[in-house]
Structures are given as C-alpha cells and as structure tokens.
T-cell receptor, first 115, second 109 residues
Framework: SAVISQKPSRDICQRGTSLTIQCQVD?????MFWYRQQPGQSLTLIAT?????????ESGFVIDKFPISRPNLTFSTLTVSNMSPEDSSIYLC????????????FGPGTRLTVL | GQNIDQPTEMTATEGAIVQINCTYQ??????LFWYQQHAGEAPTFLSY????GLEEKGRFSSFLSRSKGYSYLLLKELQMKDSASYLC??????????FGGGTRLMVKP
C-alpha cells in the first residue's frame, strides 16, 4: 500500500481566488490521479497527473481551470482557479503504487468550500 | 464513455447477508473495483475483478460476469460498521476509473 497525504485538509475560499492542493506519497508511484466528489455524489476523474509532461484531462475539465503539476514520482499539485461556489467539493488524489497494478489508493481528500 | 448503475440505497439487518449489484455498459474494460467509503472519509479499496467468477476476501466477496456487464459485492455477517457507501468503478485503459453513483448501505440492529 501507499501512505498518501493531502494539504490542506479543508479550506474556505472566496469567489474568484485560486487554491493549490498538494498530494504527497511516501513511495514512488506509477500513476497519480485527481478526482472530484461533489456533495452527495460519487467520484469523477478530473485528470491523470503525468510525471514530466502535461496532465491528461477528462471531458469537461480543462487545464486553465485545473492546472496540475507532477514534478516527480511522489508529489503532485492540483490548482482550482478562479473559483466559484460550484467548485465546492472534495478533491482527492489517488495513486497506483509501482508494482501494484491492480490497486488504486486514495488520499484523505481536501474539502473545499467556496463562498 | 461508461454507464455504470448501482442502487442508490439499501438497508439490511445486522448479521444478515446483502448483495450490492452493479451493471455497466462500456466500449473498453480492464477490470472492476469495489470501494467502501464512510461518510467524510476517502474511499478504501475492497476488491478488484478482472476474470469472471467470485473473489472471496473474508466477509466480503465480489463477482464479475464480463459477458453480462455485471458485478456484485456480497457482504456476509453484517456489522454496524459496514454502514457506508459502496462504490463500483470500472477501470479503463491506463488505470483510470469511472465510478458508479454509489450505494448507501444502512445496517440496522
């Protein structure tokens, strides 16, 4: 398994501002992903964070709104830009550890509220 | 794209057995995950099925039929702590997961 931490765990932000969420893993991982879970909903994949190259975004998500970095095999950031109340959600990173193809582990999540 | 359906809510009695179904329609399929998510917490991995058949892991078992686009999660000897949401997720290429809406299970004494 992998130990995953996210910062911040929660935040309350003003409309129009941006927030960067960090995801740190205790070991090198092959794949890192970012998901969103809106209140009462299931998880939706935002993008795959690629090490050393641009992230791969799912339909409905764009780089200008959700820029992602992945400078190495243990760390990634997701920025929620120009926030609106509709961005209020839980943002989770997930990882597939190297050598553990089948299992995907989730971080504790970042609970974001936009006023 | 993927279409993944599971019941929204289920209720069962402590000590009983409950089966949570998941059907999917997909153009591509690598495998199917089940996750448990307690309120306010991150999802935790329960099972991963690639081949048809039943995978048993303690009180939890997961079944897959690729030809029918169908899976179920079977929970035996239910405990109060099993009250949670259970998420079915289909793995697409590159480890990407598409989740169903989740089934909220309530276990009653």
């Amino acid at each position: 398994s992998a130990v995953i931490s996210q910062k911040p765990s929660r935040d309350i932000c003003q409309r129009g501002t941006s927030l960067t969420i960090q995801c740190q893993v205790d070991s090198q991982v092959t794949m890192m992903f970012w998901y969103r879970q809106q209140p009462g909903q299931s998880l939706t994949l935002i993008a795959t964070a690629n090490q050393g190259s641009e992230a791969t975004y799912e339909s409905g998500f764009v780089i200008d709104k959700f820029p992602i970095s992945r400078p190495n095999l243990t760390f990634s950031t997701l920025t929620v830009s120009n926030m609106s109340p509709e961005d209020s959600s839980i943002y989770l990173c997930s990882v597939t550890p190297s050598g553990a193809y089948n299992e995907q582990f989730f971080g504790p999540g970042t609970r974001l509220t936009v006023l | 794209g993927q279409n993944i359906d599971q019941p929204t809510e289920m209720t069962a009695t402590e000590g009983a057995i409950v089966q949570i179904n998941c059907t999917y329609q997909t153009s591509g399929f690598n495998g199917l995950f089940w996750y448990q998510q307690h309120a306010g917490e991150a999802p935790t991995f329960l099972s991963y099925n690639v081949l048809d058949g039943l995978e048993e892991k303690g009180r939890f078992s997961s079944f897959l039929s690729r030809s029918k686009g169908y899976s179920y999660l079977l929970l035996k000897e239910l405990q109060m702590k099993d009250s949670a949401s259970y998420l079915c997720a289909v793995e697409e290429a590159g480890n990407m997961l598409t989740f169903g809406g989740g089934t909220r299970l309530m276990v009653k004494p």
